[in-house]
């Protein structure tokens, strides 16, 4: 079965500081990964995927992320924050078609001004 | 835009009345879901439609319900709403289910029981 892993449930940084939120992922085969963010009382937007190619994939709003298949790690990460990143974030893991998603616990971002 | 609707924003039930709540797509999607997202917690799947073929997760309660009438539609019934059903209800579409394929997810539907 697949599973994700964010270690972090809370995580403040400065604003203007470098962010990386962990991602750790379990599954047998060539995993689809993805990062959700979600604003109060909102849905999930996608932030970015990786489905093959460059391991090193851009995002929405300055995020980047970088697979890595020998730490199955999917780590979100970007170079300065803005206190408009405060949010939930998600990692998830799909796989083979006919395997939904499977969603991390999440990671939620506080920005100290 | 192309998006996912859902309504209304917020619902508000009273223990045991039964509720809808209402999701559309612009997207012609497929494949239409509904997640049930506790505070602090993760999204979880209840169940999900490959066009016209319903699938339930193994574990969602039979007090959940769905329909989907057409493409474009999908609702989720509540007959008998508890007060641990008061969770954020999210819709998602995609073109498959699973693989390489990405799930978009309307904004959510905030339900309170009473």
């Known amino acids: 079965a697949q599973s994700v892993t964010q270690p972090d449930i809370h995580i403040t940084v400065s604003e203007g500081a470098s962010l990386e939120l962990r991602c750790n992922y379990s599954y047998g085969a060539t995993p689809y990964l993805f990062w959700y963010v979600q604003s109060p009382g909102q849905g999930l937007q996608l932030l970015l995927k990786?489905?093959?190619?460059?391991?090193l994939v851009q995002g929405i709003k300055g995020f980047e992320a970088e697979f890595k298949r020998s730490q199955s790690s999917f780590n979100l990460r970007k170079p300065s924050v803005h206190w408009s990143d405060a949010a939930e974030y998600f990692c998830?893991?799909?796989?083979?078609?006919?395997?939904?998603?499977?969603f991390g616990g999440g990671t939620r971002l506080m920005v100290k001004p | 835009d192309a998006m996912v609707i859902q309504n209304p924003r917020y619902q508000v039930t009273q223990f045991g009345k039964p509720v809808t709540l209402s999701c559309s797509q612009t997207?012609?999607?497929?494949?239409m879901y509904w997640y049930q997202q506790k505070s602090s917690q993760a999204p979880k799947l209840l169940f999900h439609y490959y066009d016209k073929d319903f699938n339930n997760e193994a574990d969602t309660p039979d007090n959940f319900q769905s329909r989907r009438p057409n493409t474009s539609f999908c609702f989720l019934d509540i007959r008998s709403p508890g007060l641990g059903d008061a969770a954020m209800y999210l819709c998602?579409?995609?073109?498959?289910?699973?693989?390489?394929?990405?799930?978009?997810f309307g904004p959510g539907t905030r339900l309170t029981v009473l």
């Open positions: 990786y489905f093959s190619g460059d391991t």
């Open positions: 997207l012609n999607h497929n494949v």
């Open positions: 998602a579409t995609s073109r498959v289910a699973g693989g390489p394929d990405t799930q978009y």
């Open positions: 998830a893991v799909g796989g083979n078609a006919g395997n939904m998603l499977t």
